[in-house]
């Protein structure tokens, strides 16, 4: 019996040259892995006697041989060398077809070692996480990593490409490899102590980890087939799992009432629709309207205001402090200057109809006082149907917009109260429809001067709706 | 606002995107410092949805002045919004890349301004990636529906992948679920990127110097379940875009509990089992020579959720088995249930040797208990007879599965 200790694979395929063209069969060889030779250590070629004839043109094997032959040769098994020489013995004794016959035994065994290769390799380039030290004021990148087989040096030319740039390490137990951006080196194995224990992007890289992960699926099977936990300890990921797994039903939960609760729309509130609709019947129906949470604080909600025939339509933003008291849109301060512009517009308050995008008055409490404040879309949203029944019921052509919660609502979400201001627009409700300035945004203009150039804007928007008419 | 709590809210916008490839796009680019594209791609990690991290998938801002009802950061929800800069993607895309953590960049956007602006801001960061970086990784753009085809066009200087949503299965579920999308538009700026592919890749066999663009090919994805549209549509739409929009992937997205959803969608989300069916006839389509037609054939016009849609064919069309796994041709031995197109490959190559018996077929990867109902080998498979029972359904049908189990039930309570 010959015996033969096999660093890698040239080595075995040399020494594999030489026994096949001395017709030595596979029962006649033992190989074995260096930790395993123990006494009978031959080094590799020392035993060739160099009086027998060798022919190494006399045999040829397929291509995908050697590629395959390559690939296991990095599986720890140590039965591979044996079994890589008695099929290379029989492909080259009679059976030269036998690399398509995936369901021979020996074939099937080798192919299953090629498999689980090929996929500790592809782990480890996924799974290798390089940790940032800083050395000589030059940035290092170091990982520890623990394959299955002897992926190292099939893998290490791979990441020298891919990070070709920087100076890295990849650490194993059986072997190690470093890259200084020109060649790459190896060394041997060390203990994982030896690897930088951390790095502060690995909490931004988890913050990631754990939002990109959507609660509402849970596969753990799934997770842990493609990520087998016995890689975990070096993934600085899954230290959250856990948590993540914990917070999930509650996310879910959280994602639905969330959802329900804007299911609720202001459609759900409108009158019977069996009979006939009526500015009034709305008026009386908007009280019980529970669309949004601003019902809750609010005193009550402020339907629109003016004559069913009227032509115009002027729509605010939302009731102020003391629309909300008096249940009737602009009588406030900001109602003031409303009443102050129409009337330099030449237009008389009760011919319109005001009303406001949002019924319900929203606010922030300041000791005795409360603070408007801005109704978010989610809230627009919900109540736009009462708007659109007012809009119904009226004959009007005209449809003016204070400010750009009004005007994002009615004309365009993109709709820009900059530039837009004073033009005529059309909207979903009619082709004659304008926005301009909110009398509160007036009112809250720091300089006197501010305040009377906006003003002035104001009338004259106003007035074009007349004019124009 | 913190960088982590923008990427907090960008990633968790962006996770209702299915795609997560990062293959196909060939030999990585010349001059490249960091990042190869080489080979497959690389899932990274995966998270206990049980999906791939490959990329670094987030939104550049979740501001958006579109009002998409299926979609959660369209203008009238109230989810939280940030906004990276450029300069902030970039940082973290090498950053990450650096530890090994991601492929690349995945980069989509809400739209803010107008649909050029915010294309704009997407090129800028691909730019600076390619030029200034020197990045050689993956990176996908999504493009911003609207924006115009000379945007596009940058975009796919720089950009290994393009895509376009078509959003929704069929022009009316867009206009009554994404009213401000049009499906025209969406089609034509998938033209051109088809078109621009074409050139190139014409400019580069005539020998030219030809620039890359978008080397990994454009995809596309479709949300699902948020309207009534049968999977016989959604398939038909499916392969009309494989087939002259020349897409490399089709991503089928379960409409899926999304924060603050609209009372215009069903309440409930269908079963991501019909997502993972609609994925199978997919395959079957691409490859395996199926028709839409041969695949959808229960009279609500979907496929069948217990049963893969291969068996589902192959229990419809019992004529046409058993198959001679030693004899028959290539197109029919596709067909069997249980058994892929590797292992077909793998058949046709071992045949050509000796013949198969039961023992070597289940040595390959098949499904035997699935397939064993519809083959012949050269011994004796006792399997054949339950081709002529009744219960052949019954008997083959996979149990059901704990996990898939737990998804439905998952979905069903919302």
Request: hydrophobic share 40%.
């Given at each position: 019996?010959?015996?033969?200790?096999?660093?890698?694979?040239?080595?075995?395929?040399?020494?594999?040259?030489?026994?096949?063209?001395?017709?030595?069969c596979?029962?006649?060889?033992?190989?074995?892995?260096?930790?395993?030779?123990?006494?009978f250590?031959?080094?590799?070629?020392?035993?060739?006697?160099?009086?027998?004839?060798?022919?190494?043109?006399?045999?040829?094997?397929p291509?995908?041989?050697?590629?395959?032959?390559?690939?296991?040769?990095?599986?720890?098994?140590?039965?591979?060398?044996?079994?890589?020489?008695?099929?290379?013995?029989?492909?080259?004794?009679?059976?030269?077809?036998?690399?398509?016959?995936?369901?021979?035994?020996?074939m099937?065994?080798?192919?299953?070692?090629?498999?689980?290769?090929?996929?500790?390799?592809?782990?480890?380039?996924?799974?290798?996480?390089?940790?940032?030290?800083?050395?000589?004021?030059?940035?290092?990148?170091?990982?520890w990593?623990?394959?299955?087989?002897?992926?190292?040096?099939k893998?290490?030319?791979?990441?020298?490409?891919?990070?070709?740039?920087?100076?890295?390490?990849?650490?194993?137990?059986?072997?190690?490899?470093?890259?200084?951006?020109?060649?790459?080196?190896?060394?041997q194995?060390?203990?994982?102590?030896?690897?930088?224990?951390?790095?502060?992007?690995?909490?931004?890289?988890?913050?990631?980890?754990?939002?990109?992960?959507?609660?509402?699926?849970?596969?753990?099977?799934?997770?842990?087939?493609?990520?087998?936990?016995?890689?975990?300890?070096?993934?600085?990921?899954?230290?959250?799992?856990?948590?993540?797994?914990?917070?999930?039903?509650?996310?879910?939960?959280?994602?639905?009432?969330?959802?329900?609760?804007?299911?609720?729309?202001?459609?759900?509130?409108?009158?019977?629709?069996?009979?006939?609709?009526?500015?009034?019947?709305?008026?009386d129906?908007?009280?019980?309207?529970?669309?949004?949470?601003?019902?809750?604080?609010?005193t009550?909600?402020?339907?629109?205001?003016?004559?069913?025939?009227?032509?115009?339509?002027?729509?605010?933003?939302?009731?102020?402090?003391?629309?909300?008291?008096?249940?009737?849109?602009?009588?406030?301060?900001?109602?003031?200057?409303?009443?102050?512009?129409?009337?330099?517009?030449?237009?008389?308050?009760?011919?319109?109809?005001?009303?406001?995008?949002?019924?319900?008055?929203?606010?922030?409490?300041?000791?005795?006082q409360?603070?408007?404040?801005?109704?978010?879309?989610?809230?627009?949203?919900?109540c736009?149907?009462?708007?659109?029944?007012?809009?119904?019921?009226?004959?009007?052509?005209?449809?003016?917009?204070?400010?750009?919660?009004?005007?994002?609502?009615?004309?365009?979400?993109?709709?820009?109260?900059?530039?837009?201001?004073?033009?005529?627009?059309?909207?979903?409700?009619?082709?004659?429809?304008?926005?301009?300035?909110?009398?509160?945004?007036?009112?809250?203009?720091?300089?006197?001067?501010?305040?009377?150039?906006?003003?002035?804007?104001?009338?004259?928007?106003?007035?074009?709706?007349?004019?124009?008419? | 606002?913190?960088?982590?709590?923008?990427?907090?809210?960008?990633?968790?916008?962006?996770?209702?995107?299915?795609?997560?490839?990062?293959?196909?796009s060939?030999?990585?680019?010349?001059?490249?410092?960091?990042?190869?594209?080489e080979?497959?791609?690389?899932?990274?990690?995966?998270?206990?949805?049980?999906?791939?991290?490959?990329?670094?998938?987030?939104?550049?801002?979740?501001?958006?002045?579109?009002?998409?009802?299926?979609?959660?950061?369209?203008?009238?929800?109230?989810?939280?919004?940030?906004?990276?800069?450029?300069?902030?993607?970039?940082?973290?895309?090498?950053?990450?890349?650096?530890r090994?953590?991601?492929?690349?960049?995945?980069?989509?956007?809400?739209?803010i301004?107008?649909?050029?602006?915010?294309?704009?801001?997407?090129?800028?960061?691909?730019?600076s990636?390619?030029q200034?970086?020197?990045?050689?990784?993956?990176?996908?753009?999504?493009?911003?529906p609207?924006?115009?085809?000379?945007?596009?066009?940058?975009?796919?200087?720089?950009?290994?992948?393009?895509?376009?949503?078509?959003?929704?299965?069929?022009?009316?579920?867009?206009?009554?679920?994404?009213?401000?999308?049009?499906?025209?538009?969406?089609r034509?700026?998938?033209?051109?990127?088809?078109?621009?592919?074409?050139e190139i890749?014409?400019?580069?066999?005539?020998?030219?110097?030809?620039?890359?663009?978008?080397?990994?090919?454009?995809s596309?994805?479709m949300?699902?379940?948020?309207?009534?549209?049968?999977?016989?549509?959604?398939?038909?739409?499916?392969?009309?875009?494989?087939?002259?929009?020349?897409?490399?992937?089709?991503?089928?997205s379960?409409?899926?509990?999304?924060?603050?959803?609209?009372?215009?969608?069903?309440?409930?989300?269908?079963?991501?089992?019909?997502?993972?069916?609609?994925?199978?006839?997919?395959?079957?389509?691409?490859?395996?020579?199926?028709?839409?037609?041969?695949?959808?054939?229960a009279?609500?016009?979907?496929?069948?959720?217990?049963?893969?849609?291969?068996?589902?064919?192959?229990?419809?069309?019992?004529?046409?088995?058993?198959?001679?796994v030693?004899?028959?041709?290539?197109e029919?031995?596709?067909?069997?249930?249980?058994?892929?197109?590797?292992?077909?490959?793998?058949?046709?190559?071992?045949?050509?040797?000796?013949?198969?018996?039961?023992?070597?077929?289940?040595?390959?990867?098949?499904?035997?208990?699935?397939?064993?109902?519809?083959?012949?080998?050269?011994?004796?498979?006792?399997?054949?007879?339950?081709?002529?029972?009744?219960?052949?359904?019954?008997?083959?049908?996979?149990?059901?599965?704990?996990?898939?189990?737990?998804?439905?039930?998952?979905?069903?309570?919302?």
């Open positions: 019996m010959l015996q033969f200790t096999i660093l890698n694979f040239e080595d075995w395929r040399s020494v594999a040259r030489d026994l096949r063209c001395r017709e030595i596979p029962a006649d060889v033992q190989f074995l892995a260096p930790d395993e030779s123990g006494l250590c031959n080094a590799a070629s020392s035993v060739i006697s160099p009086s027998l004839p060798s022919n190494p043109t006399a045999f040829r094997v291509k995908d041989f050697l590629t395959l032959a390559e690939d296991v040769g990095y599986h720890r098994a140590p039965e591979r060398w044996g079994l890589l020489y008695r099929v290379l013995w029989r492909l080259t004794n009679h059976e030269p077809r036998l690399l398509q016959v995936a369901t021979d035994d020996d099937h065994r080798l192919l299953m070692m090629e498999k689980a290769v090929r996929r500790d390799a592809h782990k480890m380039k996924a799974f290798v996480r390089f940790r940032e030290i800083i050395q000589n004021g030059e940035k290092h990148y170091i990982a990593h623990r394959p299955d087989h002897f992926v190292l040096r893998i290490a030319p791979f990441f020298s490409r891919r990070f070709k740039a920087m100076n890295w390490a990849i650490l194993t137990q059986d072997e190690s490899v470093a890259w200084n951006q020109r060649e790459l080196k190896y060394f194995g060390v203990n994982r102590s030896e690897a930088p224990s951390s790095d502060d992007l690995e909490d931004l890289w988890r913050t990631y980890y754990a939002n990109i992960f959507n609660p509402a699926r849970v596969k753990i099977k799934a997770m842990k087939t493609e990520m087998p936990v016995r890689h975990w300890s070096t993934l600085p990921e899954t230290t959250i799992i856990d948590q993540m797994l914990k917070d999930a039903p509650a996310r879910v939960a959280d994602m639905i009432a969330r959802s329900e609760g804007f299911d609720q729309s202001a459609r759900d509130y409108m009158p019977d629709p069996s009979q006939p609709l009526t500015l009034p019947r709305l008026s129906s908007i009280r019980q309207c529970r669309a949004c949470e601003l019902h809750c604080h609010a009550q909600a402020v339907f629109g205001h003016g004559p069913v025939d009227a032509r115009i339509v002027i729509v605010g933003e939302q009731p102020g402090d003391q629309e909300d008291i008096e249940g009737k849109p602009f009588v406030g301060p900001a109602g003031e200057v409303l009443d102050h512009a129409l009337a330099e517009a030449g237009i008389d308050r009760s011919q319109v109809y005001v009303t406001n995008t949002v019924k319900h008055f929203k606010f922030d409490r300041n000791g005795n409360r603070l408007h404040k801005k109704p978010n879309s989610r809230e627009v949203r919900a736009l149907p009462w708007f659109e029944a007012e809009w119904a019921m009226l004959d009007a052509n005209t449809l003016i917009c204070l400010g750009a919660t009004a005007a994002t609502a009615l004309i365009s979400p993109g709709f820009r109260l900059q530039q837009q201001r004073g033009c005529w627009v059309e909207s979903k409700y009619t082709p004659r429809t304008i926005a301009t300035w909110h009398p509160s945004f007036i009112l809250r203009l720091p300089t006197q001067t501010q305040r009377e150039i906006r003003m002035a804007e104001l009338i004259a928007d106003l007035r074009k709706t007349v004019r124009s008419e | 606002m913190e960088t982590s709590e923008k990427l907090a809210i960008l990633a968790d916008a962006a996770k209702y995107d299915a795609s997560c490839a990062s293959s196909g060939g030999k990585t680019r010349a001059g490249s410092q960091i990042g190869t594209t080979g497959m791609g690389i899932c990274h990690s995966y998270t206990p949805d049980g999906r791939c991290i490959s990329l670094l998938k987030i939104l550049l801002t979740n501001y958006c002045i579109f009002d998409c009802r299926f979609c959660v950061n369209r203008i009238s929800s109230d989810t939280p919004r940030a906004r990276f800069t450029v300069d902030e993607v970039v940082k973290l895309t090498i950053e990450f890349y650096k090994n953590y991601i492929e690349g960049l995945f980069l989509s956007s809400g739209i301004q107008n649909p050029d602006y915010t294309m704009e801001q997407l090129v800028l960061v691909a730019k990636l390619r200034r970086e020197r990045f050689g990784g993956y990176i996908h753009l999504k493009t911003i609207g924006a115009s085809q000379d945007l596009i066009d940058q975009a796919g200087m720089y950009a290994d992948r393009l895509s376009v949503n078509i959003e929704l299965p069929t022009d009316a579920d867009l206009r009554q679920l994404a009213p401000e999308k049009d499906g025209s538009q969406i034509s700026a998938m033209d051109g990127i088809k078109t621009k592919i074409q890749r014409e400019d580069s066999r005539r020998g030219l110097a030809a620039p890359k663009f978008t080397p990994a090919g454009q596309t994805q949300i699902v379940g948020a309207t009534p549209t049968p999977d016989e549509e959604i398939l038909k739409t499916a392969s009309q875009l494989y087939n002259t929009q020349k897409l490399r992937r089709v991503y089928y379960a409409y899926s509990p999304i924060p603050h959803a609209d009372a215009q969608l069903p309440g409930k989300s269908p079963p991501l089992v019909r997502e993972h069916r609609l994925y199978q006839a997919d395959w079957l389509l691409r490859f395996y020579g199926f028709e839409v037609n041969e695949l959808v054939v009279d609500d016009r979907n496929l069948d959720l217990k049963i893969d849609p291969k068996f589902a064919w192959a229990l419809a069309n019992r004529h046409r088995f058993p198959i001679d030693n004899k028959a041709p290539r029919e031995l596709l067909r069997i249930p249980g058994i892929g197109a590797r292992t077909v490959a793998r058949i046709l190559q071992i045949r050509k040797v000796r013949s198969l018996r039961i023992t070597d077929i289940k040595k390959l990867r098949v499904a035997w208990n699935r397939a064993k109902a519809f083959v012949i080998t050269s011994d004796y498979n006792p399997g054949v007879k339950l081709l002529e029972s009744p219960d052949l359904r019954q008997a083959l049908q996979p149990k059901p599965q704990q996990l898939m189990l737990f998804d439905t039930n998952q979905l069903t309570e919302f």
